[in-house]
C-alpha cells in the first residue's frame, strides 16, 4: 500500500438519470396570478384520476406534469426580465402576486439608458438567476415586439400600418359607398346584408325583349333569360324571348375620380411604408442587441482552414480587433444527421425499457432476439407501425457502423463565423473587406487590399453574418445546383396544388357559395402545413432564404384561390347581382369565413391544448411530457402571406365593393392582436429572422398588388352593367305589353314592353384575359355594333386604361431595378450599417447567444450540438436546460464512445467544426496547429432565483474504455466481477447513453517532454469524480439520487471480494423479470428489462453496513 503507483484513467460508473423520473422544476412556486390560464386549470384538474392518471404511472405524485407546465411558460413562452421585482428584491421588499407591471416602473435617472420606462430586456429561455414575468398580450407597446425578432417587429409593425392605410382608403371610399347605397344607383338596397351595403350590388333588374339571344349563352345564368308563348294574327304560335337587364350604372365618372383618388393615396403609402420600414429597423435593431451585430460570416473559406485560432490571428494582425468568438464548420452534415439519428435511436430504446435496466449492446440484444423470437401476428403487425426493440438494436448497430465510418472521412470548411467584443470592429472589418460573391469566387486579388488576403492569396467573402438561431447548419455545404433542383421540384408540386384546389372549389361550388367560402378558408389554413413540409426537403443556408420561399408559396396559392378562382367561376352576369351563388356574396362570406374561423382556431390552438391537456399527463417520460408542451410551430412568412392575402383580395375588389376597405382594416387589426396573444402565449419560439421577409413581401408583393388594383379595377369598370345586352337601333311591336314569362329555372315573373322600347342583342362584355382580350382596356375594346358603355364610362375606361399602363410600367421598373442591382451586387458590394453603433462590448450584453452549430429533433427538449462545446463558456447559448448542462446535448462524445482509443483522439476531432470561445481578460489563445487547453462547460450546479431551494447536480459520469486499453493499475478494479470492459451488470462495456448526466472528457495525452505527475497511492475509497477534471469537494448532492453519489462514507469500506459478489449479482437479477415477457401479442417490449432500486443506481458492490447501497 506504501509503494508508489503511476495514477491511470478509471472504470466509469454508469448512473443514469432515468428518464421516467420525474425533474422537478425550479419555477413550481410561481405566483398563481402569474401562470397561464392553461397551467391554472391543469393545476385544477389534476387531482381528478381522468384527467392525470396515476397509479403505477411514473408521474404518480403530479409533479412531474407541474414541472412540464413550468417549462412550457420560462421555456417556450416568451418571457422578460423583471426589473421591478428584482429592485424590491434587492431592497428587501416583500413581493405581492399583484405587483405593478414593469411598464409603469421606471428606475432612477442615473441607470442608464438601456433601463429607461418601457425598455424591457428579453429573457433567454430557462432563466432562473434573475426573476421573469410573461410579456402582457395587452400592453406590450409595438416598439417591445422587436424582442422577438427584427422580422417580427416588423411584421406587428406592417400590419397596423397597413390596417391604418386601409383604414383611410375607406374614408377616401365613402363617397362610393353612399352613391352605391343611395336611391340614384339602386333603390337604396333594400334587403341586401349590411356588411353588402354600399358595394356594387345591383337590385334593379327588368326583362327586355331580346329575340335573338342564344340560350346556350345562359347555361350557367339560366335565371337571366326567359320566354312567354303568344299567337300571331296568323293563328301560329310564337316565342318571345326576354332578357335581365341590369339598370344600375356604377361606372360614373364621379365614381371613377373616387377610386383613382385611393389608388393614388395607396401608392404614396406604400412609398412611405417603405420609409417607415426602414426606420423600424434602425429602431428595433438599436433596441435590442444580438450577435448579428458583432459578428461576420465568411462563406468561402480555404477547405482546410478549419482551426479557430487561425482566423483569430489574422483579424487581431490586421485590424487590432479583439475576436470573441469564432466558429469554422465543415460539410459533416452526413455524420451529424446519424448521430442525431442514434441519439432519437437509444432515447426510444430507453423509454420502452424499464427503468434501471441495463442498456448495453450484449443485453439490448439479448432481449431484442427473444422478442423477436416470440413474436406473433400481432406483434408482427405493430413492429410495421411503431418499431420495437429488435428493430430499434438493429437500427442502432447500422448508425453504429455508419458513424465509425463517416467519423474518419476528410472534411472540408465550409463557413466561418467571427464575433468581435464591439460594433465597430465588426463594421471596420467589413467595410474594408467587404466584395461581390463574384470576386470572390474568381479571387480577384487586384480588388482588395494585399494585406487583407487571407494567407496571401486568397480573397475572402466576407459579409455581415445573420442571427444565430436562422443559420441552417445541415444545409451549409448544399450545392447550388441541386438547391435550385430541389426548389423547382418543389414549386412544380406546389402549382399542382394551387390546380387541385381551384378544382375543388369550383365543384363545391356548384353546391353554393357558402361551401365554396368555407373551402377556400380552409385550403388557406392547411396548405401552409403543406407548404412548410415542401420547404423543409430545400436546402437554405438560412431561415431567411427558406422563408421567402415559404412565402412565395403560400402567397400565390392564397392569392390565386381566395381572390383569382372565385372571380373565374363566379358567371359574368352574376358579378352584380343578389344572391348566395353571385359574385359579391362570396368575397362577403370568404372575408367573414376566414376572419371567424382562422383566428378562433388559432385563439383557442385545438391540436396544442389536446397535447397540452390530454396527450401530456399520459406521456411515458418526462422529456415527453416537455415535448408535448412545446408550443404550436409558427413562421413569419405565414403570417406576412396571411395579411397580404387580404390586402389583395381588398384591392381586386375595391371598385364593386368599396366597404371593403373597412372590412379588411378590421380584419388586419383583429389579427394585430390575435397575433399578439399567439406569439406570447401559444406559439413555440421561432428563428429571429431579419428583415427580409418584409422588404421581399413590400417590394414584389405590396407593389404587384397596387398594380392588381390598378389593372383590375379598370377592367371592373368597363363590364358595367354586367348583363351581356346591348341595344339595338330596332323596336318589334310584337314584344309591346305586360307579359308573363317563365325563367330557365321555371320561375315566373312580369315583364312590361313600352311601345318603342328598344330591343336587345346578345353581346359578350367582358374583355378581360381571354378570347377578347384587350389591354389597356378602352372604349375601343366594344366590338362593332354592339356598344354597352355609356358616354361617361367611356372617358373613365380610356383614363383608368391609360392610368393601369402606367402603374403597370412603374411596377416593371421596380422589379427590373431589383433584379439589375442583384446583379451588379455579384460583383461589387456596398455596404450601410444598420442604425448607430450602441457602444456596449458583446460580453456586456446580458442575453446574448453566438454561432454554436447545432440540429434540432423531435425527441429531444433542446438542440443537439454538432460541435465540441468544452472550448465554450454558458453565456453563450441562448437556451438552458433546468435539469442538465450543455455537455449533455454534445454529439461529438458519441463519436469519442464509439472509437475508442487514444489513438482515435486527433480523428475525433476532425471530424467536427471547431468553436473557441476567448472573453475579454481570458486565457490567450494558443498557437495555430496546437491543440487548445479543455476547458470544461460542465456546471457546478444550479440554483434558482425563486423560493423554491432547489440544487442541481453536476454529476459525471465517465465515457466507458474499451478492454483493448489495459490498466495499468490493478489493486482497485471496480469491475472485478467481470472481464476489463465489464459493466456492473456483467455485461459488455454499454453503448453510450444519452441520458448519463454531464458525460466528462479526458484531458488528452500528456506529451512526451512532460514532467509525470507524482506517483500517489490508490484512493481507499471509490471515487466516482477520480481524474473527471470535477472538484468533488464543491460537488453538491444530486437531488434525484440523494446520498448515492456517496457510494461510501469513509467508514465501511467494500472489499475487492465484496466488489466481486456485487458485481456478480446483477446479471442475474437484470433479467428478473423477463422470464415472463414475449407474449404472442408482442407487448413485452414495452416494459423491457429488471429494475435497480432507488439506493443502487449508482452502486458497485453490496455492503452489511447501514450506509451502503445495494443492487438487487
Known amino acids: 500500500s506504501t509503494t508508489p503507483l503511476v495514477e491511470s484513467k478509471r472504470p466509469p460508473v454508469v448512473s443514469r438519470r432515468g428518464i421516467k423520473t420525474y425533474q422537478e422544476s425550479p419555477f413550481l412556486d410561481d405566483p398563481f396570478n402569474d401562470m397561464t390560464y392553461g397551467r391554472r386549470i391543469a393545476l385544477k384538474l389534476q387531482n381528478y384520476s381522468w384527467y392525470q392518471p396515476r397509479g403505477t404511472h411514473w408521474d404518480f405524485n403530479g409533479l412531474g406534469l407541474q414541472s412540464a407546465w413550468a417549462h412550457f411558460e420560462h421555456s417556450v413562452l416568451p418571457r422578460y426580465i423583471s426589473k421591478a421585482l428584482a429592485s424590491r428584491k434587492n431592497a428587501s421588499v416583500g413581493l405581492d402576486d399583484d405587483d405593478d407591471d414593469d411598464w409603469l416602473y421606471s428606475p432612477g435617472p442615473n441607470k442608464g439608458s438601456q433601463e429607461r420606462k418601457g425598455d424591457l430586456q428579453r429573457a433567454e429561455p430557462g432563466e432562473s438567476k434573475s426573476p421573469t414575468k410573461l410579456y402582457s398580450t395587452l400592453s406590450t407597446p409595438l416598439s417591445q415586439m422587436g424582442d422577438f425578432g427584427l422580422g417580427v417587429g416588423l411584421y406587428f409593425s406592417s400590419l397596423r400600418a397597413i390596417a391604418l392605410i386601409s383604414l383611410v382608403a375607406g374614408l377616401i371610399n365613402l363617397p362610393n359607398i353612399l352613391y352605391f347605397a343611395s336611391d340614384v344607383y339602386s333603390a337604396n338596397q333594400p334587403d341586401v346584408n349590411f356588411l353588402l351595403k354600399g358595394s356594387a350590388l345591383c337590385t334593379e333588374q327588368v326583362w327586355v325583349p331580346c329575340p335573338t339571344c342564344p340560350i346556350e349563352e345562359y347555361e350557367n345564368s339560366r335565371d337571366r333569360i326567359a320566354g312567354t308563348t303568344t299567337v300571331t294574327p296568323d293563328g301560329e304560335l310564337q316565342t318571345l324571348m326576354f332578357a335581365m337587364k341590369n339598370t344600375c350604372d356604377g361606372a360614373t365618372m364621379n365614381v371613377g375620380i373616387v377610386n383613382l383618388a385611393s389608388l393614388g393615396f395607396i401608392m404614396l403609402a406604400t412609398i412611405a411604408l417603405s420609409a417607415y420600414q426602414k426606420r423600424k429597423v434602425v429602431e428595433f435593431d438599436e433596441q435590442e442587441q444580438t450577435a448579428q451585430d458583432y459578428s461576420i460570416e465568411i462563406s468561402n473559406p480555404p477547405k482546410d482552414a478549419t482551426e479557430p485560432e487561425e482566423w483569430k490571428k489574422f483579424f487581431e494582425s490586421r485590424f487590432g480587433v479583439h475576436t470573441t468568438c469564432c466558429t469554422v464548420t465543415i460539410d459533416n452534415d452526413l455524420l451529424v444527421n446519424a448521430l442525431a439519428e442514434r441519439r432519437e435511436v437509444l432515447h426510444q430504446i430507453e423509454e420502452k425499457i424499464k427503468e434501471g435496466a441495463a442498456a448495453n449492446t450484449l443485453s439490448l440484444s439479448e432481449y431484442a432476439a427473444k422478442v423477436e423470437h416470440r413474436r406473433g401476428l400481432i406483434g408482427y403487425i405493430k413492429s410495421r407501425i411503431s418499431p420495437g426493440i429488435p428493430e430499434l438494436v438493429d437500427r442502432l448497430t447500422v448508425l453504429n457502423q455508419k458513424i465509425q465510418g463517416l467519423a474518419q472521412q476528410n472534411y472540408r470548411a465550409t463557413k466561418v463565423f467571427c464575433t468581435f467584443e464591439s460594433e465597430s470592429m465588426q463594421r471596420d472589418i467589413i467595410s474594408e473587406m467587404k466584395v461581390g460573391p463574384m470576386t470572390a469566387h474568381l479571387n480577384s486579388v487586384h480588388a482588395i487590399n494585399p494585406n487583407l488576403l487571407f494567407r496571401g492569396e486568397i480573397v475572402l467573402d466576407v459579409r455581415e453574418a445573420e ?572 437531488p434525484f439520487y440523494g446520498e448515492s453519489q456517496n457510494q461510501y462514507d469513509g467508514h465501511d469500506q467494500p472489499s475487492e471480494n465484496s466488489l466481486q459478489t456485487g458485481g456478480s449479482s446483477s446479471t442475474s437479477s437484470a433479467y428478473a423479470d423477463n422470464s415472463s415477457e414475449g407474449s404472442d401479442s408482442g407487448d413485452s417490449e414495452e416494459d423491457y428489462g429488471g429494475s435497480f432500486s432507488e439506493e443502487s443506481q449508482t452502486t458497485a458492490g453490496t455492503s452489511a453496513s447501514e450506509g451502503s447501497r445495494h443492487i438487487t
Open 467 to 1038: 442571427e444565430p438561431s436562422t443559420i441552417r447548419w445541415m444545409d451549409l455545404d448544399v450545392s447550388w445546383s441541386n438547391k435550385m433542383k430541389q426548389l423547382s421540384v418543389t414549386t412544380l408540386i406546389s402549382l399542382a396544388f394551387v390546380v387541385a384546389v381551384a378544382v375543388i372549389v369550383a365543384l363545391v361550388r356548384l353546391h353554393g357559395a357558402a361551401y365554396a367560402a368555407l373551402a377556400i378558408s380552409f385550403a388557406n389554413s392547411l396548405f401552409p402545413i403543406v407548404a412548410k413540409i415542401l420547404t423543409n426537403v430545400e436546402a437554405h443556408a438560412s431561415e431567411t432564404g427558406k422563408q421567402c420561399s415559404l412565402f412565395v408559396k403560400i402567397a400565390i396559392f392564397r392569392w390565386v384561390v381566395t381572390a383569382i378562382v372565385i372571380t373565374i367561376i363566379t358567371p359574368f352576369t352574376s358579378t352584380l347581382t343578389r344572391g348566395p351563388d353571385h359574385l359579391l356574396q362570396s368575397i362577403w362570406l370568404i372575408f367573414f369565413t376566414d376572419l371567424v374561423t382562422s383566428n378562433v382556431l388559432q385563439i383557442f390552438d385545438p391540436v396544442s391544448n389536446f397535447k397540452r391537456h390530454f396527450l401530456a399527463p399520459r406521456a411515458k417520460s418526462q422529456e415527453r411530457m416537455n415535448l408535448l408542451m412545446s408550443g404550436t410551430e409558427y413562421t413569419i412568412a405565414e403570417r406576412f402571406t396571411n395579411m397580404t392575402k387580404q390586402l389583395f383580395l381588398t384591392f381586386y375588389y375595391c371598385a364593386i365593393y368599396p366597404s371593403i376597405f373597412f372590412i379588411c382594416a378590421v380584419t388586419l387589426f383583429i389579427n394585430f392582436y390575435v397575433d399578439k396573444f399567439s406569439i406570447m402565449r401559444t406559439w413555440k419560439p421561432a428563428p429571429m429572422v431579419g428583415a427580409s421577409i418584409a422588404k421581399f413581401s413590400r417590394v414584389y408583393f405590396m407593389t404587384t398588388s397596387v398594380a392588381a388594383l390598378a389593372i383590375v379595377s379598370s377592367y371592373w369598370f368597363s363590364g358595367f352593367p354586367y348583363d351581356n345586352l346591348c341595344a339595338d337601333n330596332t323596336s318589334h311591336s310584337a314584344y309591346y305589353g305586360n307579359w308573363q314569362v317563365t325563367d330557365g329555372n321555371g320561375q315566373t315573373s312580369s315583364a312590361v314592353v313600352e311601345p318603342n322600347q328598344r330591343s336587345y342583342h346578345f353581346c359578350n362584355q367582358y374583355i378581360g384575359p381571354g378570347q377578347n382580350f384587350k389591354f389597356p382596356v378602352s372604349a375601343g375594346a366594344q366590338p362593332s355594333g354592339s356598344k354597352w358603355m355609356t358616354s361617361s364610362q367611356e372617358q373613365l375606361v380610356g383614363i383608368y386604361g391609360i392610368v393601369s399602363a402606367v402603374v403597370l410600367g412603374l411596377v416593371c421598373a421596380v422589379f427590373a431595378y431589383r433584379i439589375f442591382r442583384l446583379f451588379q451586387k455579384l460583383f461589387s458590394a456596398s455596404y450601410k450599417p444598420a442604425g448607430s453603433d450602441q457602444g456596449m462590448n458583446f460580453s456586456e450584453v446580458g442575453t446574448i447567444s453566438s454561432y454554436i452549430p447545432q440540429v434540432k429533433s423531435e425527441q429531444f427538449t433542446y438542440p443537439l450540438l454538432a460541435v465540441n462545446v468544452d472550448y465554450v463558456g454558458e453565456s453563450i447559448f441562448d437556451w438552458s436546460d433546468p435539469a442538465r448542462s450543455h455537455s449533455y446535448y454534445d454529439l461529438t462524445r458519441d463519436v469519442e464512445q464509439l472509437l475508442k482509443g487514444d489513438e482515435n483522439e486527433e480523428t475525433c476531432y476532425r471530424a467536427f467544426g471547431q468553436i473557441r470561445h476567448w472573453p475579454p481578460n481570458g486565457p490567450d489563445a494558443v498557437e495555430v496547429g496546437e491543440k487548445p487547453r479543455r476547458r470544461s462547460s460542465l456546471r457546478r450546479s444550479k440554483e434558482s432565483a425563486y423560493k423554491r431551494n432547489v440544487s442541481w447536480s453536476s454529476k459525471v459520469t465517465c465515457k466507458t474504455y474499451s478492454k483493448d486499453v489495459p490498466m495499468t493499475h490493478e489493486s482497485f478494479n471496480a469491475n472485478a466481477s467481470t472481464n476489463q470492459g465489464m459493466n456492473f451488470d456483467g455485461h459488455a462495456a454499454p453503448i453510450f447513453d444519452p441520458h448519463t448526466q454531464n458525460e466528462a472528457r479526458g484531458f488528452g495525452k500528456q506529451n512526451e517532454g512532460e514532467a509525470q505527475p507524482p506517483q500517489v497511492s490508490p484512493p481507499q475509497h471509490f471515487d466516482q469524480y477520480h481524474n473527471t477534471g470535477v472538484d468533488q469537494a464543491n460537488q453538491q448532492t444530486d
